[in-house]
């Protein structure tokens, strides 16, 4: 990649932390159970994947007001899920989930990423898309090396094109986020890398909604820093301690 389109956007994505790593209000950094979102503030959130990560933490967005299509290739399967979640939730299709949504939450394994590909192509043009997919040779094949080459982030952007990618949410496991979310004492960091200021700003958003705290790591070349393999995966703690692992950027 070039140097001076790789500076650019660590440029954006600087811009982009400045606004969203400043200290929450102390009202905020004490909640311990999810707030309703505003009306005016709530998000359409499509899922696709709904299984752990996508139940989890679409289940959560739910209890904090955002109204909620889990999707998968068997929506049937869904209804338990969303008549425990109440009237915020219901079950689809991904096709119906893409065209719901003002944002998508990503939680297939990373060999799906293909098939969605040429399923929708074009739908995802202009969406924000909170990638927490992970690849896994033994599990997702070839991708998984494309993935280990050119970047996590980066090869989800080439294959969902034109969407707005935020990589988030991947860095730890479903239970994690079922048992951590508005923790009392210093909510837990939750990564996030990605191009487009603004994508950031609304993913930023949507983890404070799930209860935990926004860290921004860097544009979406830097999303392999919090991927398994690298130095901040599993790293759990505060913001604060985030940071610090982080080297202090």
Excluded: C
Aim: hydrophobic share 45%; no cysteine.
């Amino acid at each position: 990649m070039p140097a001076n389109v790789t500076r650019r956007r660590w440029l954006r994505a600087g811009a982009a932390a400045l606004l969203l790593v400043a200290p929450l209000p102390r009202a905020v950094r004490a909640q311990t159970g999810p707030a309703p979102a505003r009306e005016a503030a709530a998000q359409r959130i499509g899922v696709i994947g709904s299984g752990r990560i996508g139940g989890t933490v679409g289940g959560l967005w739910v209890k904090a007001g955002h109204p909620v299509l889990f999707s998968s290739r068997h929506p049937e399967a869904l209804k338990p899920l969303v008549e425990e979640l109440g009237t915020l939730a219901r079950a689809g299709t991904v096709a119906e989930a893409i065209a719901f949504s003002d944002v998508l939450f990503l939680a297939t394994p990373y060999g799906a990423l293909p098939q969605l590909a040429r399923d929708h192509a074009g739908a995802w043009q202009g969406k924000i898309v909170l990638d927490a997919t992970n690849a896994y040779e033994h599990r997702d094949g070839p991708i998984a090396d494309e993935a280990r080459r050119d970047g996590i982030g980066l090869t989800t952007a080439r294959y969902l094109r034109g969407a707005r990618v935020v990589r988030a949410f991947n860095f730890m496991g479903a239970a994690q986020f079922a048992s951590e979310h508005h923790r009392p004492g210093g909510l837990v960091a939750v990564p996030i890398a990605g191009d487009d200021p603004a994508a950031l700003q609304v993913a930023a958003q949507l983890v404070r909604d799930a209860g935990f705290e926004p860290v921004v790591v860097g544009p979406l070349a830097s999303a392999d820093r919090f991927a398994p393999g690298g130095p901040l995966f599993r790293q759990v703690g505060t913001a604060d301690e985030f940071r610090q692992k982080m080297g202090g950027r």
